[in-house]
C-alpha cells in the first residue's frame, strides 16, 4: 500500500521560493490552493509580475467592476499632458510635449525613469519589456516605411539610403535602461521574402525576448533579442482584411485575431516549432449566442461568472472592436459597438 505524504504550506513555500520567477510564474497555474499560497506569500516580487489583470489598456482604460482596490486609467500622478505610445508587460511608454515641440518618452514604473528622442511622424516605437528575464527595458525606434532608413539619433546629419526588402540588415535605434544611452544595433536577415515590403503598423507584441512587428501587407518582421537576427514571416492566408488584424500573446504564445463575415472573431497560434512556421487555426468566436444583458460580472482571474441572473441569449446586431487578449490565459477582450467592453473565454466559448 502506497503511502501518501501530505506537506505543509510552509515547505511548498520554500520550494516554490527557491524557482526562477517565470517558473514561479507557470505554478500559480497548477491549483488554486498553489496560487493562494504563491499571492499570500508574496512569492513573486510585486514591483515586477503583478498577480492578476486589473484592466487593459486601449484608446481607454477598461478595469474589472469586481471587488478589490479600484485602478484608475486616467495616470493622475503624471503631471502635464501626455499620450500612451505603448506598452509591454504593466509597463507603459508614454510622450510628453514640451513648448519647443520635443517629446519626451517617459517610462513610469514609480520612478519616473525616461528618456529623450525627437519627435517623427515616421517611426513606430516599441517597448520591449520581459521582468521574469530582467528589470531593466529597451525602446526600439522601428521606421514606418521599409524603404527608409532610420534616422541616426547619434549622427543626425547622416543620410539615408535606398534597400533591398528585406534588407539583409536591419538598423535599428534602441535606447537602454541599462546604459541610459541610445545605440544603433542592426538585426541580420534569416531566410528571405518575394513579396515588396509594406508599411510598418503600431500592431506588435513581445514574447520570448523576440519582438513582432506588424507590416501593411501581411508580413511580421520578427526580431530575436538572443542572436540580433530578423525574420519575415507570412500571416494566416485566408486573412481577408489584413490591416483589421490584430496580434497579441496569450497562454501559448503569439496570436493573431481577425473579424470574420461580420459576427465572428477567428483566432490563430504561430506555431515555431522545430524550425517551421505556421499559424493554427485555435477558435472561431461565434457573437451569435452573445448575451445581450450587461448586468453582470466575470472574474476572469478564477473564470467565475458572478451573476448571471441577467444573461439573455440572443443575436448580437452590432459591430465589435478588439481590444486585446488576457496575457496567460486563452481570453480575448471586445469591445461591443463602442459600449460594452467583455471578456470571452474561447475553450469554454463563454462570455
Known amino acids: 500500500m502506497a503511502i501518501g505524504w501530505e506537506l505543509t504550506d510552509d515547505l511548498i513555500a520554500d520550494v516554490l521560493r527557491r524557482l526562477p520567477p517565470r517558473s514561479l510564474a507557470v505554478s500559480r497555474c497548477v491549483c488554486r490552493s498553489w496560487r493562494g499560497l504563491v499571492d499570500a506569500r508574496r512569492l513573486l516580487r510585486a514591483d515586477l509580475l503583478p498577480r492578476s489583470v486589473g484592466g487593459i489598456y486601449s484608446s481607454e482604460f477598461f478595469a474589472l467592476p469586481a471587488t478589490g482596490p479600484s485602478i484608475s486609467g486616467h495616470l493622475e500622478f503624471i503631471p502635464g499632458f501626455f499620450e500612451v505610445l505603448d506598452?509591454?508587460?504593466?509597463?507603459?511608454?508614454?510622450?510628453?510635449?514640451?513648448?519647443?515641440?520635443a517629446m519626451s518618452a517617459t517610462l513610469e514604473r514609480g520612478s519616473g525613469h525616461g528618456c529623450q528622442m525627437e519627435e517623427a511622424d515616421d517611426q513606430i516605437e516599441c517597448l520591449v519589456y520581459d521582468p521574469t528575464v530582467s528589470p531593466h527595458y529597451k525602446v526600439f525606434l522601428i521606421p514606418s516605411h521599409p524603404d527608409d532608413q532610420p534616422k541616426s539619433m547619434l549622427d543626425p546629419d547622416m543620410k539615408r539610403s535606398d534597400s533591398e526588402w528585406p534588407p539583409s540588415s536591419y538598423a535599428l535605434q534602441v535606447f537602454s535602461s541599462t546604459t541610459g544611452c541610445w545605440e544603433e544595433r542592426s538585426f541580420v536577415l534569416e531566410g528571405g521574402c518575394s513579396e515588396e515590403g509594406g508599411p510598418i503598423t503600431?500592431?506588435?507584441?513581445?514574447?520570448?525576448?523576440?519582438?513582432?512587428?506588424l507590416c501593411e501587407n501581411g508580413f511580421i518582421l520578427r526580431m530575436s533579442m538572443k542572436n540580433a537576427k530578423y525574420r519575415v514571416l507570412p500571416m494566416p492566408s485566408d486573412v481577408e482584411y489584413r490591416n483589421c488584424l490584430s496580434l497579441g500573446k496569450s497562454e501559448k504564445g503569439v496570436y493573431c485575431a481577425f473579424e470574420h463575415e461580420c459576427h465572428g472573431l477567428r483566432i490563430f497560434l504561430l506555431n515555431e516549432s522545430c524550425g517551421q512556421v505556421r499559424w493554427e487555426l485555435k477558435h472561431l468566436v461565434?457573437?451569435?449566442?452573445?448575451?445581450?444583458?450587461?448586468?453582470?460580472?466575470?472574474?476572469?482571474d478564477d473564470d467565475n461568472v458572478l451573476n448571471t441572473n441577467a444573461m439573455v441569449k440572443g443575436h448580437f446586431e452590432g459591430y465589435i472592436d478588439f481590444l486585446g487578449f488576457h496575457p496567460y490565459k486563452e481570453i480575448v477582450f471586445l469591445n461591443m459597438s463602442l459600449y460594452r467592453a467583455v471578456a470571452y473565454h474561447w475553450n469554454t466559448s463563454k462570455f
Do not use: M, P, Q
Not at 508587460?89 to 519647443?100: A, F, K, P, Q, R
Not at 514574447?207 to 512587428?213: F, I, T
Open 286 to 300: 461565434d457573437l451569435k449566442s452573445f448575451a445581450l444583458e450587461d448586468y453582470f460580472e466575470w472574474n476572469s
Open 87 to 101: 506598452h509591454c508587460n504593466g509597463l507603459l511608454l508614454l510622450t510628453e510635449t514640451s513648448d519647443d515641440h
Open 202 to 213: 503600431d500592431i506588435k507584441v513581445y514574447w520570448r525576448e523576440a519582438l513582432y512587428v
